[in-house]
């Protein structure tokens, strides 16, 4: 049973990193299309430059959602490191808790601009805002479940900010 969880993470994960791809594909190829439309054909390229815009937005909440880990963070965590393990598990859940907490305490709110946001469309792509804005709710919800699974993990005595030894990579280094 471990194994296809285990499995079914690799794939999910996968897939995640696979999409986030794909919007930097996206990104990248309108951005390139703003520049010929702009600078070498002298037309109007403003469909363009919305879609890179909203390709960088969705990209970097999704990525801070489903890609990012914990270890692949820029932190300032100076204090956080020079601890003891046993205040640095308390450190990380108090911090998680109140992140989880904000996170369900504006949940609500914004859910209800979502939404009310369907009113509105995109200048050139005619986009539905609550379309285009409903990556936030996603990015929410799904950092209140990431930091509710990394609780559990650091009071079952898991470290995940600390970097695990790759057993091959140091057996390989011995003499």
Known sequence: MRQHISK???WL???AEFVAAMMLAVMFGSFLLTILYRYVL???AGWASELSTIMWMWLVLWGAAFVTREREEIRFDILYGAVPAAIRRLMFVIFALVLIG???LSLPAIWDYV???RVQRTAYLRIR???LFSIYVVFAVAIVI???WLTV???RGHDPLVPEIDEDADASRRP
């Open 146 to 148: 990431r930091y509710a």
């Open 115 to 117: 939404t009310f946001m």
């Open 129 to 131: 805002f609550d379309w």
């Open 153 to 155: 993990q650091v009071l």
């Open 42 to 44: 002298n037309w109007p």
């Open 13 to 15: 994960s996968r897939g």
């Open 8 to 10: 079914a993470s690799t």
């Open 102 to 104: 904000l996170f369900l």
